[in-house]
T-cell receptor, first 110, second 114 residues
Framework: AQSVTQPDIHITVSEGASLELRCNYS??????LFWYVQSPGQGLQLLLK??????LVQGIKGFEAEFKRSQSSFNLRKPSVHWSDAAEYFC????????FGQGTTLQVKP | GAGVSQSPRYKVAKRGQDVALRCDPI?????LFWYQQALGQGPEFLTY????????KSGLPSDRFFAERPEGSVSTLKIQRTQQEDSAVYLC????????????FGDGTRLSIL
């Protein structure tokens, strides 16, 4: 079955600290992978996507993610978190119809 | 407009009433998707259109849910005889195609059934 697992429901980091959000997927074919961010009352904004090629992809707002086929993972990273990064983060997989994880809520401490 | 537009932003209805939610996709986008997002959960796929053709409606939870896109642009998601479990945020997304193009999401309609 196709699925996405985000093991961390809630993460708190201090402003300026590094961040890694985990994502594991189960998908029958070569996956298209995405990370989206959602602020309260807003829709989803695309941070980055992986289709093929270089397994380290760069996105907006200083985010990057690394595709590891052997681990079925697509973890999101940022070297230095800003207070404005506090939001809900969703990992998704699919071509067309997307399958989303449950999301990780990021809280940033001043 | 520049992005996907959904209306209304908020909708409150009594159980048993019918509701209609509208989505204006980005101009020129061929593909249109509807998702349902329950509180504290990730979005779940409902249905997908390519132009005016509804190619996948496997995610619609019951026959009370109906979606259309008659002219291949604006889409309407209709829920008949609403139930409390229909309370959720309904997100619409569009993309240039279903290949390498990512989906762009609207801000959603928050539906509350009393």
């Amino acid at each position: 079955a196709q699925s996405v697992t985000q093991p961390d429901i809630h993460i708190t980091v201090s402003e300026g600290a590094s961040l890694e959000l985990r994502c594991n997927y189960s998908y029958g074919a070569t996956p298209y992978l995405f990370w989206y961010v959602q602020s309260p009352g807003q829709g989803l904004q695309l941070l980055l996507k992986y289709f093929s090629g270089d397994t380290l992809v760069q996105g907006i707002k200083g985010f990057e993610a690394e595709f590891k086929r052997s681990q079925s993972s697509f973890n999101l990273r940022k070297p230095s978190v800003h207070w404005s990064d506090a939001a809900e983060y969703f990992c998704a997989v699919g071509t067309g119809k997307l399958i989303f994880g449950q999301g990780t809520t990021l809280q940033v401490k001043p | 407009g520049a992005g996907v537009s959904q209306s209304p932003r908020y909708k409150v209805a009594k159980r048993g009433q019918d509701v209609a939610l509208r989505c204006d996709p980005i101009s020129g986008h061929v593909s249109l998707f509807w998702y349902q997002q329950a509180l504290g959960q990730g979005p779940e796929f409902l249905t997908y259109f390519q132009n005016e053709a509804q190619l996948d409606k496997s995610g619609l939870p019951s026959d009370r849910f109906f979606a259309e896109r008659p002219e291949g642009s604006v889409s309407t998601l209709k829920i008949q005889r609403t139930q409390q479990e229909d309370s959720a945020v309904y997100l619409c997304a569009s993309s240039l195609d279903t290949g390498h193009q990512p989906q762009h999401f609207g801000d959603g309609t928050r539906l509350s059934i009393l």
